[in-house]
């Protein structure tokens, strides 16, 4: 019997995506298209597999740091997974801050799945994050955070500055590429259904349906999943102040802020996850 891609939460808490990192072993598949609004990353020592993502079959071979973005539905291949790894999810709002170069943000949200060159690096580079995330220590997991944002700024330096062609397929693939894609560009301004409807050229009750049925999840909940991704990197990676991180973040006042907040992370407030993820100052 295969086992399910993604491990199952701790508790009803704890968030099936956001960032994570874990060991994948052989024998685990998808069986169902699936979406998350996270990018994720794909590394096997050994093995492979294929994804159908965005209705293209695309191989994920052993060795190869791979990347692609879950808003695109996405589903392993039998006989599923072959072969031992490291996967990791990252919200996409950390993502979009880094403001990579080359276009990598763009493919990622239009579909495409890219994958390094092979580099005997990346092998003991998977392994020294999932050993800082697991050891509890604020400064690791900081310096964990840079790595990875470094990584993943030298695999879009690597790519032709050139866009490629999208593999995001058509029809409602396609469609909510497009919307999503939106909203990740604007996230941090004041948005209405209506303004998202009209890039993608929809009314906007239909607008809600598709995108429910096709992610799982409301426009508005996706939104404030990403203005709560970028409040917490704020609040890791700076020392602004709790009404600048909401200002920042897309939320129109402190109220809001702290009620989707408290919703994705346990009930902690914004001051209290600084004090969980960062050293103690002396």
């Known amino acids: 019997m295969r086992r399910p891609l ?21 024998g685990q598949s998808m069986e169902v298209p699936h979406t998350h609004p996270d990018i994720e990353v794909n590394f096997l020592f050994d093995g492979g597999f294929a994804y159908l993502h965005g209705g293209a079959v695309s191989p994920i071979e052993a060795g190869r740091f791979s990347v692609l973005w879950g808003g695109v539905p996405h589903q392993t291949l039998a006989p599923g997974i072959v072969g031992n790894g490291i996967w ?26 890219v994958a390094a060159p092979p580099d005997p690096a990346d092998s003991a580079l998977l392994k020294h ?12 997991r900081r310096v964990m955070q840079l790595e990875i944002e470094a990584r993943f700024h030298r695999l879009a330096l690597g790519m032709p500055r050139r866009l490629g062609h999208s593999s995001a397929g058509e029809g409602g693939t396609a469609l909510i590429a497009r919307i999503t894609h939106f909203i990740a560009q604007h ?10 409807a009209t890039d993608a050229g929809l009314h906007p009750k239909y607008l809600m349906r598709v995108f429910k049925k096709q ?29 600048d991180v909401a200002m920042e973040s897309g939320f129109s006042s402190v109220a809001p802020f702290y009620a989707a907040f408290a919703a994705h992370t346990r009930d902690l407030r914004p001051l209290a996850y600084r004090r969980h993820h960062r050293p103690v100052s002396i």
């Open 187 to 196: 996230y941090r301004e004041p948005l209405t259904v209506q303004a998202i």
């Open 129 to 140: 994050w999932l050993a800082d995330a697991a050891s509890g220590d604020a400064d690791r």
């Open 88 to 113: 990791v999810t990252l919200p996409l709002a950390w993502f979009l801050q880094w403001r990579l170069p080359n276009g990598l943000p763009d493919r990622l949200l239009a579909g495409a799945i």
């Open 215 to 243: 992610c799982g999840m409301t426009v508005w909940e996706y939104l404030t999943r990403l203005r709560v991704s970028h409040a917490q990197r704020l609040l890791i990676m700076s020392d602004l102040k709790v009404l």
């Open 6 to 26: 993604h491990p199952k939460p701790a508790d009803r808490h704890e968030p099936a995506h956001g960032f994570r990192i874990w060991r994948m072993t052989g």
